[in-house]
């Protein structure tokens, strides 16, 4: 997938607004906040392919038809009904799609070396694969995207490792080495889905417990071994 640079687009966007406002004295009233946040959130929801952001975006047609118009509505119930069925999209069509990180999955991000490593993903999709046989701890960072990471061939330096994860609106997928099991208590999950496919057999042969601690916010994390 080709990283959709938001930045870039809501730069020019602005600009346009500007020189348009320099010739349309009531450019303001029609063009507010609201009418770029449709535009950026629907624009990456269309092109990654996400309904939740997609409906983000339409959402936030609803404040703005309602100052634009002045018309007599509840604008965030109707704003909350519109997120909510993308995020019930989200879900099903998430659950639809079987994904897994595979033996030899594509790797777009350079292989990190070191105790400590750092992640992360904004508005786009990163695979990375760690080999750093030294790992103490691991930092998980996710904004708007889709966030892939295979410590399959990873060692680590004690048998408790901390794995800090801070995610919002996406995905994580992370596949662990055999001998290591993930506790997910210490992560909390508001709208957010965690799926661990436990492929250990013997507890008794676990070397490496992994303890997961953060927050996901609308966020579909998934744990294969």
Wanted: hydrophobic fraction near 45%; charged fraction near 20%; charge should be negative.
């Amino acid at each position: 997938m080709r990283r959709f640079n938001v930045w870039t687009c809501f730069l020019l966007l602005l600009a346009a607004c500007f020189i348009a406002s320099a010739f349309i004295p009531d450019f303001w009233i029609m063009v507010n906040y609201n009418l770029i946040f449709f535009s950026a959130f629907f624009s990456f929801g269309i092109l990654n392919k996400r309904p939740l952001i997609v409906f983000l975006g339409l959402a936030f047609l609803s404040p703005y038809v309602h100052d634009l118009l002045n018309l007599d509505f509840a604008q965030w119930n109707l704003f909350s009904g519109i997120f909510l069925i993308g995020l019930a999209l989200e879900f099903l069509l998430g659950n639809n799609q079987k994904k897994g990180l595979t033996k030899d999955y594509k790797v777009n991000k350079n292989d990190q070396e070191g105790p400590h490593i750092s992640v992360k993903t904004y508005m786009g999709e990163d695979r990375y694969r760690i080999y750093s046989q030294e790992v103490e701890t691991v930092d998980i960072n996710l904004t708007f995207g889709e966030l892939w990471l295979d410590l399959s061939q990873a060692r680590f330096a004690s048998d408790q490792v901390p794995i800090h994860l801070v995610a919002k609106f996406g995905e994580v997928h992370i596949r662990l080495p055999k001998g290591c099991v993930m506790d997910t208590t210490g992560i909390s999950h508001p709208l957010s889905s965690v799926k661990v496919n436990r492929f250990e057999s013997n507890l008794d042969q676990v070397e490496t417990r992994l303890h997961l601690n953060g927050s996901l916010l609308c966020t579909e994390l998934t744990v294969e071994y």
